[in-house]
Each structure stands twice: as C-alpha cells, then as structure tokens.
C-alpha cells in the first residue's frame, strides 16, 4: 500500500519561504514523474511543480522563478521529493499536495501553507 506523507508547511510572511516535503512509502514501479499540486478556498486543484524521472521539470507560471522541485530521491522503501517555496505571495496560501504520476495511491493529506502579515 503506498502512503503519501507531506510535510513542512506553515505560517509564513509574505516574502518568506518555505520548504516543503513529500515522502511516498511502498512500491512505486513504473513512475515518470512526481508532482505537487495545491488547493486553494474556492479553487480547483492546480499543477504547481513536476520532475521527471530523468529531471525534467515544469512549473506553473503563477510560481516560476520562485519555487523549485528537488530531484526524486530514492531508495528500497520510499521516493522523496521537495518544494522549495521563495518569495511567497498571499495568493500561494493552499494545502500542498504531492503524487506520483501516474498516481499509485491516495492522496495524502497534505500541508496547510499560509501567506499572511
């Protein structure tokens, strides 16, 4: 069973940063790609951050040149990937999500980032 672990969020000013963990457990065969998403009050789930197996990455426009995906970490028992979140704005304050893609569990339960003074 793959269990999906997020970690790190929290309350930020606008202008911090943050850095933002994702632990995947269990076998995750024939992956391409891990992501991070997020979901805002009101909004539907956004694409914010991948890497590739092989890493290549893609960003939302919204988070390019402020937020980076780590490389895919990995060994027997988990698949490791972060976020580094820079030059946070109000409009970033979401639970964060991370996957596997294709997906190969449920979604965790993510970690609440808030961006307020």
């Known amino acids: 069973q793959v269990q999906i672990v997020e970690s790190g969020g929290g309350l930020v000013q606008p202008g911090g940063s943050l850095r933002l963990s994702c632990v995947v457990s269990?076998?995750?065969?024939s992956i391409w790609a891990m992501e991070w998403y997020r979901l805002a009050p009101g909004k539907q789930r956004e694409?914010?951050?991948?890497?590739?197996?092989?890493?290549?990455?893609?960003?939302?426009d919204s988070v390019k040149g402020r937020f980076t995906i780590s490389s895919i970490s990995s060994d027997s028992a988990k698949n490791t990937v972060d976020l580094q979140m820079n030059s946070l704005k109000a409009e970033d304050t979401a639970v964060y999500y991370c996957?596997?893609?294709?997906?190969?569990?449920?979604w965790g339960q993510g970690t609440q980032v808030t961006v307020s003074s």
């Open positions: 694409l914010v951050a991948r890497i590739t197996r092989g890493g290549t990455t893609n960003y939302a």
């Open positions: 996957n596997t893609n294709p997906p190969r569990g449920p």
């Open positions: 269990g076998s995750i065969p």
